[in-house]
């Protein structure tokens, strides 16, 4: 389970004068999300929603508020070899006793992230990016780590699960768009991990491949959902759509600075259809609430 509780993100930037100014990304967001669940992001462009999802990810700290992840606090991403872990635990050893129970135990992998334009490196082949994430992961206690054959046929085995297989030796300049996200998406899977944070996973591909990506990421899900380690998915999206087609829930977020606008149950049983009424007027009640913030924006700028 992840919670969010009373997250808030201030930068203070340098505006044209030169003169340092402040800048509130996030505002008092606390959200809970429960095992197994897809919940989207929307709302639009500067309103902190990419900043929100990496203080999930630990990667950015909140200036207030805290996230517990199955009741741990996330300080900062959690190390990812050995050597990492070593010097996180000589780190965290006097700061405090929370974070000493946090990092006691073996790291657990629990979150992969995929970010929009930089999801797989560009100088490996898909499946060499696939069996760097497994590498980089490998730092498990030393019975649970994983060899090298069984590292190749891991990646193998999640290139093949996005159609793949056939394109494991081609360098991601060779695949299409929708392929190279399929390629982020393998890569993300082959860690197993319980969360995966998704930032505008599908913004730079067509419509239709996009539709098709959607559908691949549910049934990817869907085979994990009666598993014990049923995956989390957190995605940040502008497609109104898309949030609803994928999503148990939609949290719409208001313009700049970033508050929870909305939240909004998607209770419609899977598999799903687009075109279902249910989903197209959960869908315009959403569009209907942007376009009363833009009035209201249009009202005040006048
Ligand atoms: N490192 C930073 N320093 C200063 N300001 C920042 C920084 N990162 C983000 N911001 C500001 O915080 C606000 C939120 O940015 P963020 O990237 O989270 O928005 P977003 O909702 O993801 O937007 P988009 O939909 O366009 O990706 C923006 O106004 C941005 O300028
Ligand atoms: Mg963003």
Known sequence: MI???????FFSVINEKGLAEGLTAVLNVSLTIPDGKIVSLLGPSGCGKSTFLEIL???QAPTDGTIHIDGKLVLEPLPATRKEQIAYRRRYRFISPLANGVFRDHPKHDIAMIFQDYAVFP???AIQNVEFALKLRNAGPAGKRLRRNEIQEKAAFYLNKVDLGVFAHKYPSQLS????QRLAL?????VEPKIILMDEPFAAVDALTREKLQDELLRLWDETKNSSNPITIVMV????????YVSDEVVVFSPSPGTIRNRIPVDVKRPRARTEAE?????????????YDLNQESEYSI
């Open 57 to 59: 990810a630990g990667l």
């Open 279 to 291: 989903l197209i007027e959960i869908q315009e009640r959403i569009f209907a609430m942007f376009q």
């Open 186 to 190: 393998a890569r993300a899977l082959s």
């Open 237 to 244: 999206t502008h497609d109104v759509p898309e949030a609803v």
């Open 3 to 9: 919670e969010a509780k009373s997250i808030g993100k």
């Open 123 to 125: 100088w490996m082949t």
């Open 177 to 180: 768009g929708g392929m190279r």
